[in-house]
């Protein structure tokens, strides 16, 4: 028994105490604590750092973001795998859950809008809500459409939103090509150069991007975010 | 006057997805392709597609650094999810075969190994009738527990089979195998896999599809080869189960 007892203390991980922690250490176990997916813990580190008068939108950038964006450096690096990174994605959505409220208060004028969805024939939606999520967190309204997603529903949900950005997403080789009649019926209909258009998607690339007249191909959730910034930064210097 | 020697066939290999080693063997055995190396690569890749296509080239340089060159290579995979990373590699081998020395390489057709299986016509039919479908090949039924339950990470995070399959309606097995005991116990494995997933099962009886097609293609002798010393047919187990 008394071994059992020992193997069993030595087995217990040192339990960090992260109110003890001061804001640097705390942001930085926070980003640990999210890369390894530990949902309670960014729950608890987010309510202690807006407890010591952290902003919501401070909170949000440098301890959630930043953890996810190496999050999406190390998946795109095969270090971390789609566990991992879905793990890491529900962390960070029950920190969100905490600081949206506190974001929507502050009445701050959004980065911009973004209609996004899976197009018609696919129903995988893990990369789009990765992206729905580090869109949020990169200070976007975000319109989420959903899956299977076909041109008209598009069509309706830019008129009704009139977002600066679509975002459209495929899994799919064989759905991928759906994008460019999208896109096709934007220029058809002359409103192509009324939105910014991303595209993304494991089976997508640079070319694929390219051809289909789309204004970026993003090839994870945390460049997704960064382009449509860039993006939206680009067309307002430019107006 | 003595007779000339008969010239032994140009050997060639299959490279492919460790998942497919029960059915190359088979195809390979049916049409008397004794001159057809099979190699794989571990199956869990099929998790990891990004990994495909440099494990791939690792295992063809070993192959080389340990003697065992090749004129002409079939990948046994489709592009698996590896976004043109299988094409790219064809095309550049393809561009160095054309000076000699490199192995023309070329992949099964289609978007992975359900469509190959199925056939590119069929699959469309069956995306068709339902996109949400969630495909099981014999292998994966067989091994669902170890690649797809503890593979994708659910056995841990129980919370997570909502966000892979909750977009799904429904399970279809393309099984390869027509009928016998094999074939039943693929079929309760299947079963018990949609179950865990809370989806009804379709069955759907495809054979090797373009697998064999391909197979039996890159089989036929190249009538421009030269003649290359022959030994024992080699056939890797090596990496048929999943790590």
Sequence with gaps: ?239 | MSAAAPVAPERVLVLACGALINELQAIVGRHALDHVDVECLPAKLHNRPALIAGAVRDRIARLRDGGRSYQRILLGYADCGTAGALDDLCAEFSARASQGDAPEITRVPGAHCYEFFATAHRFAELSEAEPATFYLTDYLARHFELLVWKGLGIADHPELAEMYFGNYRRVVLLTQTPHGDERARIETCARAGAERLGLPLDIVETGYGELETAVTEIGVPNPNAMPIQLDAPRRSHEDQVPA
């Design chain 1, 1 to 239: 028994m008394a071994d059992a007892a020992a193997v069993e203390t030595d087995d217990v991980d040192e339990e960090i105490e992260l109110s003890a922690l001061d804001d640097d250490d705390l942001v930085a176990q926070m980003h640990d604590d999210l890369y390894d997916g530990l949902g309670p813990e960014i729950v608890e580190g987010t309510e202690l750092l807006l407890g010591r008068g952290w902003g919501a939108d401070k909170v949000l950038n440098e301890a959630l973001v930043e953890a996810m964006r190496i999050v999406g450096i190390d998946f795109r690096d095969g270090i971390l795998f789609v566990p991992e990174v879905l793990l890491a994605a529900n962390a960070m959505k029950a920190g969100m859950e905490i600081l949206r409220p506190l974001l929507a208060e502050t009445g701050a004028e959004p980065m911009g809008k973004i209609v996004i969805g899976t197009v018609k024939g696919d129903i995988h939606d893990i990369g789009k809500n990765l992206v729905g999520m580090m869109l949020e967190g990169a200070g976007f309204e975000v319109v989420d459409l959903g899956i299977n997603t076909d041109v008209d529903e598009f069509l309706e949900a830019l008129d009704a939103h009139r977002p600066d950005i679509l975002g459209m997403s495929a899994l799919l080789t064989t759905t991928m090509p759906y994008m460019k009649v999208v896109i096709d019926t934007l220029i058809e209909q002359g409103l192509r150069e009324d939105y910014l258009v991303i595209v993304g998607g494991a089976p997508l690339n640079q070319e694929f991007g390219e051809a289909v007249g789309a204004d970026a191909y993003c090839r994870d959730a945390a460049v997704a975010a960064e382009t449509a910034t860039d993006l939206i930064r680009a067309r307002r210097a430019a107006a």
